[in-house]
């Protein structure tokens, strides 16, 4: 399991940017980007890929439908504990789309999803699962994945992966 480091991290240019903020707005189930750093979305922009990126999340990702109460969840979640210093940005993102934020914990705790409680000790990586990968896991893993992460090679589409829907018959 991978992840992929932000552009300038660990140098004086670089400036955090998460896809969740302490003080963000409770989240929009329709909001395509919700799950997706900022940082990852440039890079699909810059590469003139964003409307690959946004079918993917869309269509692949969210099945062609809002974000779930459990994902939602999780956002509110993550928010709470960045807003009580538990968690920070690691400076990374998730190599499959939608691409969410990683954080670290700097101490530990524990967060709540659709009743499921996830601790994690300081130094653990906390990052968002999207369905798909969901039903790779062999256990009922839910949203959240707590774990320490390795580098990963490159990004990649939920679109790509072999249980992918292909597209759920949306075009862009």
């Given at each position: 399991m991978g992840d992929l480091l932000k552009a300038l991290f660990g140098t004086p240019?670089?400036?955090s940017r998460t896809d969740t903020l302490p003080?963000?707005?409770?989240p929009d189930p329709q909001d395509v980007w919700l799950f997706t750093d900022p940082d990852a979305l440039e890079?699909?922009?810059g590469g003139g890929e964003r409307r690959r990126l946004e079918q993917d999340v869309r269509f692949e990702v969210m099945?062609?439908?809002p974000w779930q109460s459990d994902e939602l969840e999780y956002k509110t979640e993550i928010r709470r504990l960045l807003r009580e210093g538990v968690i920070t940005d690691k400076g990374t993102y998730w190599f499959?789309?939608?691409h969410p934020t990683v954080y670290r914990a700097q101490r530990a705790d524990s967060?709540?999803?659709?009743g499921r409680i996830y601790p994690f000790r300081r130094g653990d990586e906390i990052v968002f699962q999207c369905r798909m990968e969901r039903d790779?896991?062999?256990a009922d893993a839910g949203?959240?994945?707590?774990?320490?992460?390795?580098r990963a090679p490159k990004p990649m589409l939920c679109g790509e992966m072999s249980s992918a829907m292909k597209g759920m018959g949306g075009g862009m």
């Open positions: 240019e670089f400036r003080d963000s707005p409770d890079v699909y922009a099945r062609g439908g499959r789309s939608p967060l709540t999803v659709a790779e896991a062999a949203p959240v994945l707590v774990d320490r992460l390795s």
